[in-house]
């Protein structure tokens, strides 16, 4: 497998230094790309580099997932435009176990010689002292030749500015790239496109400080069709863990996708084979309805994030809202996930004082709660066999609910036709 060609293919490659893909071709060869651990999970945007790792790992080479345990306490520049939280040295160490977790779950961490490694810049600069960096880094690379670089100049423009620490970014990470180049052999580093200058200074310091080759490599930023950017959505980042982003939001931020981003994703985000995915595209294209490659994108993620047990429940949640899956299933979920399920569905909070003496139908949907805004409402569309609390159709206004009827002993689950739901919880 030739991993450029693959990149390629994909829609995923951006740059590429002359000689790299010669290089590759002739043999294994060790590469890496760094990830920030500056939160205890990676997210949905992380998963590009993901994807690139896992190709390079596939095509033969030895994979490196270098997590910034010394960059995390630092910041960097490239397209931000204010610094980030430092960090403590207990927040990051947690953080940086969390992340090599989910990292096993899509590199092969023992397939002999080209197993993936993870490594923490933290361990090779927590005894470097400031005058020995300046001393064996520094002087290497000019200072115009820092400002050239655009990710400075627009920091240096903007209103906010750049602290030397920020500044300083651009050393430390080509350093990275050198401290692995001279003691684990690593002559590429792969990244975002808004990395490429970062990568390049590593280059360049490898050239510099020991006349050595090195490579660099950068992906795609994804964007949304529309613009917009990738992996958000109005709750925020579409998060790998799960006590985060629940599997069953994570399945339905893929299969929500739009047909023109879906043609995208599923070449950058899976690892079905080419033929594999235009016969798919065919099919979508031919019946856009179905949803064939939303589907199959989002059940392949999802999948390897959250394994069968997770994808099973996203596909039960998602049948408990638009299809038939009864209301018993719901005490299968814990609260978060629960509440997960009901996250864009309107809420109301109700005392279970109030449903001692137990309550009926109309004074619940009307006078405790809003799902509807009169009584007068409510007794019609009941009379119409068009409301249901937990999926019962409700059979007259007068129907009495008491703390009998809630579901993990805290919900009601109101329905208004099939499609609109309302949860009442009870505290």
């Known amino acids: 497998m030739n991993f450029v060609e693959e990149l390629r293919w994909r829609g995923m490659l951006h740059d590429i230094m002359p000689g790299t893909e010669e290089l590759l071709n002739k043999g294994m060869a060790s590469g890496y790309i760094g990830f ?38 630092v910041g960097d520049p490239s397209g931000k435009s204010a610094e980030r939280n430092l960090l403590s040295e207990d927040v990051l160490n947690h ?8 990292l096993e779950k ?12 993870m490594v923490n810049n933290y361990d090779w600069f927590k005894s470097f002292t400031f005058l020995d960096f300046i001393r064996d880094v520094g002087k290497h690379l000019t200072v115009n030749y820092m400002m050239a670089k655009d990710s400075v100049k627009k920091r240096l423009e903007g209103e906010t500015g750049m602290s030397f620490t920020e500044f300083t970014y651009q050393l430390v990470q080509g350093y990275d790239f050198y401290y692995l180049w001279k003691h684990n052999n690593c002559v590429l580093q792969m990244g975002g496109s808004d990395q490429w200058g970062n990568i390049v200074t590593g280059t360049e310091l490898i050239r510099r400080k020991d006349a050595g080759e090195a490579y660099a490599l950068t992906t795609q930023l994804i964007k949304k069709a529309d613009g917009t950017k990738f992996g958000k959505t109005e709750s925020g980042a579409v998060w790998l863990d799960p006590a985060r982003t629940s599997p069953y939001q994570f399945y339905q931020f893929w299969l929500n996708t739009t047909d023109v981003d879906a043609k995208a994703y599923i070449r950058i985000f899976t690892l079905f084979e080419r033929e594999v995915i235009e016969a798919m595209e065919t099919e979508h294209d031919a019946a856009p309805h179905t949803r064939v490659l939303q589907k199959a994108l989002a059940k392949d993620i999802t999948l390897r994030v959250h394994g069968e047990a997770g994808f099973e429940k996203a596909i039960k949640s998602t049948e408990f809202l638009f299809g038939n899956t009864g209301i018993e299933f719901l005490s299968e979920l814990n609260d978060d996930e629960l509440l997960a399920i009901f996250s864009g569905v309107p809420n109301f909070t109700i005392a279970k004082s109030e449903l001692q003496a137990g309550i009926n139908a109309t004074e619940l949907l009307a006078g405790k709660t809003a799902v509807f805004p009169s009584k007068g409402e409510a007794k019609k569309m009941i009379q119409g066999g068009g409301v249901a609390i937990n999926k019962e159709k409700i059979t007259t206004a007068d129907d009495v609910y008491n703390a009998g009827n809630l579901v993990n002993n805290k919900y009601l689950v109101a329905q208004k036709g099939k499609k609109n739901y309302f949860l009442i919880v009870v505290e």
């Open 106 to 117: 899509f590199l092969d961490f023992n397939s002999g010689a080209n197993s993936a490694q």
């Open 36 to 73: 920030d651990p500056t939160a205890d999970s990676l997210h949905v945007g992380h998963l590009t580099q993901i994807m690139t790792l896992i190709h390079f790992q596939r095509a033969g080479h030895k994979p490196y997932a270098l997590v910034g345990g010394a960059t995390g306490m």
């Open 95 to 102: 953080n940086l176990r969390s992340v090599q977790t989910q």
